[in-house]
């Protein structure tokens, strides 16, 4: 029953996510054609006019070569970007609240029931993974299904390992809420700290010596898509981070009094 | 520590910052009783019920409840389970229905009193379908004492369980549990600010103020031990020290002196004969004489 309580606190957040995903997820399959049509305009200008030579250029020209696929297109506008934006915040929604937030004043009822704390934590972060997996994987699967629609393919094998790599790095901004959320009594604080812990680290990804090193490279698959091989690495330190940040949940959410 | 006992504190404490809610609680509750936990607003009847069932740990002392250490994480789990427990403001989970509450609530307690929920559904006339976010604190409270007895629970603790109900609510919740007990062998444990809660259903009590209890035991032994002897004299009553064991409170007005006693009244009023007072009166003290001169005390 337990399960069916986390599901009924945390279903709003996790369907809100679903169809917004799901929404954008359909954007980027119809929004492919448009990119195919203004593509040759930008291949047909003059050199001169697009300044490759500094981060922002070099960017452009990587998004240009990358979107000239659909498998590129997809990677470049969908995990890269939308996809990665979606599953950080919602990530972070669905790893805040718990004991502290959504019982609100029936924590203590909550409290009562003959269940450890551990078996709380355990069961909320278990259900609120099981959402983030499906955020992550979901709706990619509606591209690869609807990818014929628009005379392309997507092969469910890259939805896998592309939802792998955004799961296992959600994960850790998951973590950092529930975690946040054994200190603060309200539900904002512990999104709006893990978004801003996710935008520091986004904007640290900028600079070129430690880029190649950051989660955001192992949540979007890049070394899959360019290679076909899983940041394995990447993806075992995210899920070690991800079990540190349970595990000190947990030790806190033990010793809390209520 | 006795098995006798359903709830057994010694030197309890807790401090929570700057702040020392419980100062050393001593509190034996016998099996079988029905122990009403007396005290002001702020005196630590909560504190001390979230440590006796695992919510919160105590900076010092001990606490058992049904023979378990109750900060002992896995004893608490177990103390719970042999728990039913209503809580001060009846917070439920609002985002769910009468009925899946009570199926949540059902599914932890093996021993759950199916009887008992069909017998309060009825006599409360709870709405199955309806959103406990939509109930009155009224409503609320029932299906709350309604989650706690069907537990088939050896230990009832209840904290306010009248609290900002109406005097008829309040009487309905009340007849409840008193039904409830009489027909089940159980231990009930029941904080409250309202004397009247107390006395109507009570058969021990504790007052406890600033984090003591200041006074305890068999509610109808404190009856009989405790008197209020009243001399007056002919002048200004004099300024005098008793020396009779068992003055708790001597207070002075005009030709008017009250003295308040915890073992009876014939050593008292032998000792004030010699100061010649016109007259001498015992009345009996009512509960909430007693609380009152029991918390006034400890300010």
């Known amino acids: 029953m337990l399960w069916h309580k986390a599901w009924l606190e945390t279903r709003g957040r996790f369907l809100g996510g679903l169809a917004l995903s799901l929404i954008v997820g359909f954007g980027v399959i119809y929004d492919f054609r448009a990119t195919q049509r203004l593509l040759p305009l930008v291949r047909n200008m003059d050199p001169a006019a697009l300044d490759t030579s500094g981060p922002l250029g070099a960017a452009i020209k990587e998004g240009l070569a990358a979107q000239q696929s659909f498998r590129g297109f997809v990677w470049w506008q969908w995990y890269r970007q939308n996809l990665t934006y979606l599953v950080v915040v919602f990530g972070a929604l669905l790893g805040a609240g718990g004991l502290l937030v959504k019982s609100g004043g029936a924590t203590l009822f909550t409290l009562s029931l003959p269940v450890s704390r551990a078996r709380l934590m355990t069961t909320r972060a278990a259900v609120g993974l099981a959402e983030l997996l499906a955020l992550a994987v979901v709706p990619s699967l509606l591209i690869a299904v609807l990818a014929p629609s628009i005379g392309q393919t997507y092969s469910v094998g890259d939805v896998l390992a592309h939802g792998v790599c955004m799961f296992v790095v959600g994960s850790v901004f998951f973590s950092l809420a529930a975690l946040l959320s054994t200190d603060y009594v309200d539900g904002w604080r512990p999104v709006l700290i893990a978004c801003i812990v996710a935008a520091v680290l986004g904007m640290l990804e900028y600079i070129p010596a430690i880029g190649r090193f950051g989660l955001f490279h192992v949540m979007n698959g890049e070394s899959y898509y360019r290679s076909a091989r899983l940041p394995w690495i990447g993806l075992i330190v995210s899920a070690g981070i991800t079990a540190a940040l349970l595990r000190t949940a947990a030790v806190n959410l033990a010793h809390r009094d209520f | ?299």
Do not use: C
Request: aromatic share 6%; net charge neutral; hydrophobic share 45%.
């Open chain 2, 1 to 299: 520590m006795s098995e006798a006992l359903a709830i057994e504190t010694v030197e309890l404490r807790k401090r929570f910052d700057a702040t020392e809610a419980l100062r050393g609680l001593n509190l034996r509750v016998p099996r079988g009783s029905i122990f009403g936990f007396l005290g002001r607003n702020g005196a630590g009847k909560t504190t001390a019920i979230k440590l006796l069932l695992g919510m919160a740990r105590p900076t010092a002392g001990q606490a058992r409840v049904l023979g378990l250490s109750a900060d002992e994480p896995t004893a608490s789990v177990t103390i719970r389970q042999r728990t039913g427990f209503v809580d001060e403001n009846k917070a439920l989970y609002d985002y769910m229905t009468v009925d899946e509450i009570i199926r949540f609530t059902a599914a932890f307690y093996p021993g759950w009193r199916r009887d008992l929920e069909k017998r309060y559904l009825q006599s409360f006339a709870l709405p199955l379908h309806q959103r406990i976010n939509t109930l009155s604190l009224g409503m609320r409270s029932k299906l709350s004492v309604l989650l706690a007895l069907s537990r088939g629970a050896e230990l009832l603790v209840l904290d306010e369980p009248t609290s900002g109900l109406d005097p008829a609510t309040s009487e309905e919740v009340l007849q409840a549990i008193v039904t409830h007990v009489s027909a089940e062998s159980m231990t009930v444990f029941f904080s409250s600010h309202h004397l009247a809660d107390v006395d109507q259903i009570a058969d021990h009590i504790a007052i406890i103020d600033a984090g003591r209890a200041v006074i305890a035991g068999a509610l109808d032994d404190l009856r009989g031990r405790y008197r209020r002897v009243q001399l007056v004299f002919t002048g200004i009553a004099p300024d005098i020290t008793f020396h009779t064991p068992g003055v708790v409170r001597v207070r002075r007005q005009g030709r008017v002196m009250t003295a308040l006693s915890s073992a009876g009244s014939d050593a008292l009023i032998a000792e004030a004969m010699r100061f010649g007072p016109v007259s001498a009166e015992v009345l009996p003290v009512t509960l909430k004489e007693l609380f009152l001169e029991s918390v006034a005390l400890e300010v």
